[in-house]
């Protein structure tokens, strides 16, 4: 019995092999625990002034997973899972036993074909990877290699015998430990849901409490939603700094999606390009590498003014695409905007929109300028960095109508601060 234990992951003696399993599952909690906390802060921010920004390039980038369809299970947050799964190799290295390792091992390889999965879904589907996540992979690899190298049951050939014999009585009780946790979790999230009515009420009184700024001094001529003619007409005015390999900027334009047709006729919104390649954009040198394609997507989408809107929703429908030369050159030809790229009139243009940056007031002692990421967002000349979820920019909008058709105006009055008289 001796010389078996010997040979296992976390019975016979604290050796290294047992610290490097606590270490692994120490490592899987805390990638989790991060992820967790990203997911609300990204979904759910508390003001408009603290989102969540992890964007460290078109491919690594951690919003893209938060906004995601499987971000969340029956409203838990994919973390959990994960977390759970770190506590248990980190209580199978403190309290070891036969069960407990066997159990662990069968659960390691479930964990590990998951985060196979979840790699190959963000990769090829969303088109990056979370950097968080990244972490939480890295380290369930680490500890399915321990289980495989020093794992308890290692002799038999047959794969079965080697990796699936858990402790039934175990599973039941981590099964009844999840069960509770996940419920916990739910109740948490809803509660972060029904939080959202009560947060936007600070989110308006915070937008209008932001200070003024003008608009650009060339308005881009391209408006994916166009309900005037002229653009200060509308109740609610977006200029939208954007850039079409973004991934924020993607989770933004979903909104906005859902928002014009709840707000159709009282809404215009102009996309102020604003690529962060340095290719064609001078604005923001210190992000100059940060989305590459990003200028060549821009030229095409302003190859054709005319169906620029239609060009628009094409290229948000289809963001995991839009990385491929391949399937850029061919929705160019879809839409007759090939040589736009080298046509010095488009080029011009778009140059002249992007230097429209240039023209605010830095709000980040890192960069020269105010507007130096994407997407930023001036609505009604209150410019917001970032984005925000659809329940904060419906109240933000909600109030602006209410505001252009006056009235009682009272859904304003209930958010914005009494100016007081001096005496």
């Not at 929109?353 to 997407?375: C, Q, W």
């Amino acid at each position: 019995m001796a010389d078996t234990h010997a040979r296992t992951l976390t019975l016979g003696g604290g050796k290294i092999r047992r610290v490097l399993s606590f270490i692994a599952g120490a490592g899987m909690i805390t990638a989790s625990v991060m992820t967790i906390d990203h997911f609300f802060k990204a979904n759910y921010p508390k003001t408009i002034f603290a989102g969540s920004f992890c964007d460290v390039s078109a491919f690594f980038n951690c919003d893209s997973s938060a906004f995601s369809e499987i971000s969340q299970v029956l409203g838990i947050p994919l973390g959990f899972f994960g977390m759970f799964m770190g506590a248990l190799i980190v209580l199978g290295t403190i309290f070891p036993s036969e069960a407990f390792e066997r159990t662990n091992k069968s659960l390691s390889l479930l964990n590990v074909l998951g985060v196979v999965t979840l790699f190959l879904y963000s990769v090829l589907h969303l088109g990056s990877l979370c950097l968080l996540c990244s972490g939480f992979y890295l380290f369930s690899i680490m500890n399915f290699i321990l289980f495989a190298l020093y794992g308890i049951d290692r002799e038999p050939k047959n794969p079965i015998k080697r990796w699936v014999r858990p402790s039934l009585k175990l599973l039941v009780v981590f099964a009844v430990i999840a069960a509770a946790g996940a419920y916990g979790m739910i109740e948490y999230h809803d509660a972060r849901k029904a939080a959202q009515t009560g947060t936007a009420v600070n989110i308006v009184k915070q937008f209008y409490e932001l200070p003024k700024v003008a608009s650009p001094s060339f308005l881009s001529p391209y408006w994916s939603v166009k309900s005037t003619d002229k653009f200060e007409d509308a109740a609610i005015q977006v200029i939208e700094f954007t850039d079409f390999v973004c991934p924020d900027c993607l989770y933004l334009s979903q909104q906005l999606e859902k928002l014009k047709k709840e707000f159709a006729g009282k809404i215009n919104v102009a996309i102020q390009f604003f690529p962060l390649e340095g290719l064609c954009n001078e604005v923001v040198p210190e992000k100059a590498n940060l989305h590459p394609g990003a200028c060549e997507m821009t030229y095409i989408a302003a190859g054709n003014p005319a169906r620029f809107a239609e060009m628009h929703d094409e290229i948000w429908a289809n963001f995991a695409s839009r990385k491929d030369p391949a399937w850029r050159a061919a929705f160019a030809k879809k839409y007759g905007a090939e040589g736009a790229p080298n046509d010095p009139a488009v080029r011009e243009l778009v140059k002249r929109i992007i230097d429209t940056g240039a023209e605010y007031e830095k709000t980040s002692d890192k960069f020269s300028h105010g507007i130096r990421s994407t997407p930023t967002m001036i609505i009604n000349n209150r410019m917001i960095i970032g984005t925000l979820p659809y329940e904060h920019l419906k109240a933000i909008f909600q109030a602006l109508v209410e505001e252009h058709e006056g009235g009682p105006k009272k859904f304003i009055e209930n958010w914005v601060a009494p100016v007081r008289k001096k005496k």
